[in-house]
């Protein structure tokens, strides 16, 4: 897909962030729209941001969590617009816990969002882009996804799960060459709400770690802004890329991953241990 001018493009989790801000790049590009969020506010924020171009928008509070829910709302898209071309699978939280502290109620609670959504969204849109003849399935994975990390077990868990789920994909669309595609992406601190909006819980003081003071240091390291995440993501597609690694953190724990499978975990450890000291 190398334009994206009266094509029709999915997205959840569009009322801030990456979401967000792919919503006004392709919108600028000519893109229609189909949005959804859990956050109806932030929905009417992004539409409010796209009213000064051409395109038919269409939005729904969907829960990517409910099946059923993102049934609907794919099948909604097409009845709105006619076709689909594209499903951002963008919506995510996160969690910060030790293995044995999060509850199972937690991790069912991230696993349905960020592994579950994901699956419920490329399967009920797949069938929908393949009658465009030309379509791109687009799912965010994470940093998290390349390198484990203490404390991200569960986050680390769903994200290596939409690595894998999406990386099979590709290759089963390859076989097919039915004109649509996929791609996953994997961006390293992006500015967004994430951290603000994680759960934390009291495990992490068993690592010397406090929940409040974890979720600032973790939005220490969000640098790379929102639009320049969603226009690498959109370059990718357009260049047909199996992923795409937004910012040089990572970059250089890819590279780190790499050249020491298992060795990055002694550095990581340590690093995170060097780091309740300040």
Not at 35 to 48: I, K, Y
Not at 86 to 104: D, P, Q, R
Not at 187 to 210: Q, V
Request: with cysteine.
């Amino acid at each position: 897909m190398k334009n994206f001018k009266n094509k029709v493009a999915a997205i959840t989790g569009a009322g801030s962030g990456i979401g967000q801000q792919l919503a006004l790049l392709l919108a600028k590009e000519g893109c229609h729209l189909s949005l959804s969020d859990v956050n109806e506010a932030g929905l009417e924020a992004t539409v409010a941001l796209l009213k000064p171009y051409q395109i038919r928008v269409t939005t729904k509070k969907v829960d990517v969590a409910d099946r059923h829910a993102v049934k609907q709302w794919a099948q909604e898209t097409v009845q709105n617009h006619g076709s689909v071309n594209m499903i951002f699978n963008n919506a995510g939280v996160a969690l910060g816990s030790t293995v044995e502290g999060e509850s199972y109620e937690d991790l069912e609670w991230i696993m349905n969002i960020n592994f579950w959504g994901v699956i419920y969204g490329t399967k009920e849109f797949l069938p929908l882009i393949k009658q465009s003849k030309e379509g791109h399935i687009i799912n965010i994975s994470s940093l998290f996804g390349l390198t484990a990390q203490p404390t991200q077990s569960a986050y680390n868990a769903s994200k290596f799960a939409v690595r894998g789920f999406t990386e099979s994909l590709r290759q089963e669309l390859d076989i097919e060459n039915c004109g649509v595609s996929a791609l996953c992406v994997h961006p390293g601190g992006i500015r967004t709400n994430i951290a603000n909006a994680a759960k934390m819980n009291d495990s992490l003081k068993t690592l010397g770690m406090h929940p409040e003071k974890s979720i600032k240091s973790f939005n220490k390291l969000l640098r790379c802004p929102p639009e320049e995440a969603a226009r690498q993501i959109l370059d990718a597609v357009r260049k047909d890329k199996r992923r795409v690694l937004i910012g040089n953190d990572a970059k250089t724990l890819d590279l780190m991953q790499r050249l020491f499978p298992t060795g990055y975990q002694k550095v990581t450890a340590l690093a995170t241990s060097m780091s309740k000291k300040f």
